[in-house]
């Protein structure tokens, strides 16, 4: 991508907030495994996304992280 990314933080937000559906989808799914935990709010606003599979994407990270911590809802 021809990016210079000082921290893997910057990486993720970078390909969160990118133009291309697929990334976002992988980034967010790097989420739920725990790369980033600080960026869930980034899923958050994901949520709004207009591709159909990051919204649902970001549903279930979103979802599982709630999970994960011991409550139900996100």
Do not use: K, Y
Not at 54 to 61: D, S
Request: aromatic share 4%.
């Amino acid at each position: 991508f021809g990016w210079r990314l000082n921290t893997r933080r910057e990486a993720m937000v970078r390909l969160l907030e990118g133009p291309d559906p697929w990334l976002r989808v992988c980034a967010i799914h790097s989420l739920a495994a725990g790369v980033d935990p600080g960026a869930l709010e980034q899923a958050r606003r994901l949520g709004a996304d207009p591709d159909p599979v990051v919204r649902e994407t970001a549903a279930l990270v979103l979802r599982q992280a709630a999970i994960d911590r011991g409550g139900m809802n996100p």
